[in-house]
């Protein structure tokens, strides 16, 4: 019940494409979901976060997408830029001592 | 700026010795965590303390502990390093408090252990 699944495990788009990546939870108890950006050799840094009581999150070029009643959020980048190339994990958390992460996407933008 | 610092970025020990891997944090967080990340496994937490010299397990503790005396300083001490415990070792912190949205967790960069 504390599981996040997290698709796809990698993804390659084209410069200028959308890249989606999708979450699902189970625990209804989760009410903060951010997504991590991570590139290589670096820690995760928080991209973007949204609570259950709205139902999109935008940031620029990036939005979440969140559906209580299905338990799933989603990741959007617009316009994906090389510079996005990364690994993107998405969470769940309550209280702020219960974080669950994804297993992680692996996103590579073609210049 | 936030910062979270950990005393390796690389490591290489033998089989059966004993490791200490440290996190610093300045921001006065009270909460910190331990993770190990893996290929296609994503970030598993090992352990977490929401104050000094309190600790509680988390999905993976085994083979592992942690010391937790001074607020900004959280430890991670594997007893007797084994070769399954190869991985890379992420510390991270949160304030108990939370910010605009949730309880931002701020990561180190990490830590690359090999066991040999």
């Known amino acids: 019940q504390q599981q996040v699944k997290q698709s796809p495990q990698s993804l390659i788009v084209q410069k200028g494409g959308i890249s989606i990546i999708n979450c699902a939870y189970e625990?209804?108890?989760?009410?903060?979901f951010p997504w991590y950006q991570q590139f290589p050799g670096k820690g995760p840094a928080l991209l973007i976060a949204?609570?259950?009581?709205?139902s999109e999150k935008k940031e620029g070029r990036f939005t979440i997408s969140f559906n209580k009643s299905a338990k799933q959020f989603s990741l959007h980048i617009m316009d994906s830029q090389p510079g996005d190339s990364a690994t993107y994990f998405c969470?769940?958390?309550?209280?702020?001592?219960?974080?669950?992460f994804g297993p992680g996407t692996r996103l590579s933008v073609l210049p | 700026d936030v910062k979270v610092t950990q005393s390796s970025r690389y490591l290489v020990k033998r089989t059966g010795e004993k490791v200490f891997l440290e996190c610093v944090q300045d921001?006065?967080?009270?909460?910190m965590f331990w993770y190990r990340q893996d290929p296609g496994l994503g970030l598993r937490l090992i352990y977490f303390?929401?104050?000094?010299?309190?600790?509680e397990k988390g999905d993976i503790p085994e083979g592992y502990s942690v010391s937790r005396e001074k607020k900004e300083r959280f430890s991670l001490i594997l007893e007797s390093a084994s070769t399954n415990q190869t991985s890379m070792y992420l510390c991270?912190?949160?304030?108990?408090?939370?910010?605009?949205?949730?309880?931002?967790?701020?990561f180190g960069p990490g830590t690359r252990l090999t066991v040999t």
């Open positions: 991270a912190s949160s304030t108990r408090t939370p910010g605009q949205g949730g309880y931002e967790q701020y």
């Open positions: 625990n209804t108890a989760f009410d903060y």
């Open positions: 949204i609570r259950p009581d709205v």
């Open positions: 969470a769940a958390d309550y209280y702020g001592q219960n974080f669950v």
């Open positions: 921001m006065d967080h009270e909460n």
């Open positions: 303390s929401y104050d000094v010299k309190m600790k």
